[in-house]
């Protein structure tokens, strides 16, 4: 798909793989409405525009569309970025802190989904997903995380099989990402080999929706990995017992063993 005179409504830009999605997005004649829980960090201009939006909510995303829509005009590409992590060890019961990951990962994805075949009504129209690799590796201390990316993965999977031929869905399987998302997972959580820049990220997701691509691995050695378990089907189950280490010992650091 060009890029060229597109209108891209893009969640999550106010850091990270987001903002660098902006960024790189910007450098195509676009139009982008963003939506963000901090629309304040985001610079606007003519042609950006930022609101609030809490993508847990179905009424903040239906605003979202409502608003793009008044400024745009139309939308071509969604881009559902917006995500977030825990990193914990699982011990007592609690619904909202499950809703509420679940929510922002899973639904809202597939909910800006819907809302995209809804107004597209037969015109080429492009969803973009940010899943993680830990949908293909899930890894201790993101047992949450790594569901809500795995069903998202599994999903699209299928779905592809089901969409109309004028959507396209593209999703995005960024490593460790040189972010503030580790930070926010949890107090000096450790960072997984390998990592990538937030920019290396965005120019990947770029080149995929110009070419029309189903799957997006911006890291080559996270592909070399996945090949690597087809030959020898126990070496991911290895790092991730390598990553449990790392786990326990922050488990133990935190008080929490």
Not at 84 to 101: C, G, M, S, T, V
Not at 104 to 133: D, H, Q, R, W
Request: proline share 4%; with cysteine.
């Amino acid at each position: 798909m060009d890029l060229n005179n597109k209108c891209i409504v893009l969640t999550g830009a106010s850091s990270g793989i987001g903002k660098a999605l902006l960024e790189e997005l910007t450098k195509y004649n676009t139009k982008i409405v963003v939506g963000d829980l901090n629309p304040g960090a985001i610079a606007q201009n003519k042609n950006i525009k930022a609101v609030r939006c809490d993508v847990s909510k179905h009424k903040d995303i239906d605003m979202l569309f409502k608003k793009a829509l008044a400024v745009m005009g139309k939308i071509d590409i969604c881009i559902a970025n917006a995500g977030f992590a825990y990193f914990e060890k699982l011990q007592k019961a609690d619904y909202n802190h499950i809703h509420k990951i679940v929510s922002v990962n899973y639904i809202a994805p597939i909910y800006f989904l819907e809302k995209l075949m809804e107004i597209s009504k037969g015109k080429e129209a492009c969803i973009v997903f940010t899943a993680s690799a830990m949908a293909k590796l899930p890894l201790p201390g993101y047992a949450l995380y790594s569901a809500t990316k795995a069903a998202l993965d599994g999903f699209a999977y299928s779905f592809n099989f089901e969409k109309d031929r004028n959507i396209h869905l593209l999703v995005v399987y960024p490593i460790a990402t040189r972010t503030e998302f580790f930070k926010t997972a949890g107090e000096r959580t450790p960072v997984p080999f390998p990592t990538q820049t937030p920019q290396k990220v965005a120019q990947e997701v770029v080149k995929g929706i110009l070419k029309n691509k189903r799957y997006v691995f911006p890291s080559k050695i996270f592909r070399c990995m996945m090949i690597i378990n087809r030959i020898l089907p126990f070496s991911l189950w290895c790092y991730a017992k390598a990553q449990q280490y790392k786990f326990k010992n922050w488990l133990e650091s935190s008080g929490q063993k």
